[in-house]
């Protein structure tokens, strides 16, 4: 079991010495401040256990230094004790409303002492809580299926005459032309005026045909 870090804070060396030795005999590592100011410094460097601090500092004294570490979420649940020449201060009761663990007389140290630091060391401990910044995988996203090619003008050009891809024009049928003439010349006798259309028609179909064989 690691042993309690206990900040003291207390301008008179000669004072603060006997307390130091008796919280190093309940096995706490005891550090010191001579101000509330450097004490403050001291926990945001790195929170203790507890804080042990005299009612009357410089600067700012030991009821201030209370109401600065209970307003703050960080060192809200730090346990504070508030050491005095005896226990009858008059803002006893107002440290203790204001989130003090204990106010003991320097008289009383020695006997509360052992109570004081079970009491300690069922406290949740202080300080900012780290959160975890590691970067979290992304989810998978499902692949979305590949659109379709546009097919090219060359491709469906293709596509609309085969006949082309095949070596033959696509609008002429030779097998077609040949029985269309057979048929006109199988029919019965017509007017002379009919007939000279239809051979006229029937030349111009020749002179296709012919150009048509010769291409």
Not at 37 to 52: K, T, W
Not at 76 to 87: K, M, Q, W
Not at 108 to 136: S, V, W
């Amino acid at each position: 079991m690691s042993r309690p870090a206990i900040l003291l804070v207390d301008a008179s060396r000669p004072a603060r010495y006997p307390l130091r030795l008796l919280l190093q005999e309940q096995g706490a590592e005891v550090r010191t401040a001579d101000s509330a100011e450097q004490a403050l410094a001291l926990i945001r460097a790195s929170a203790p256990d507890a804080v042990f601090a005299a009612r009357i500092l410089p600067g700012m004294n030991g009821l201030e230094l209370l109401e600065i570490l209970k307003s703050d979420a960080a060192t809200r649940t730090l346990p504070i004790i508030i050491c005095c020449p005896d226990g009858d201060w008059p803002l006893r009761d107002i440290a203790l409303q204001r989130g003090a663990m204990a106010v003991l007389g320097r008289d009383q140290m020695q006997q509360q002492l052992p109570e004081i630091m079970r009491r300690i060391a069922m406290a949740p401990a202080a300080g900012p809580k780290t959160t975890d910044r590691r970067p979290r995988p992304s989810p998978a996203r499902s692949a979305s299926p590949l659109p379709s090619p546009t097919p090219s003008p060359a491709m469906a050009f293709a596509q609309m005459a085969p006949a082309r891809q095949q070596g033959r024009r696509p609008f002429w049928n030779r097998r077609e032309h040949w029985r269309a003439l057979r048929a006109m010349l199988r029919a019965p006798a017509v007017p002379a005026g009919a007939l000279a259309f239809s051979a006229v028609f029937a030349g111009i179909g020749l002179v296709l045909l012919t150009l048509l064989l010769a291409a």
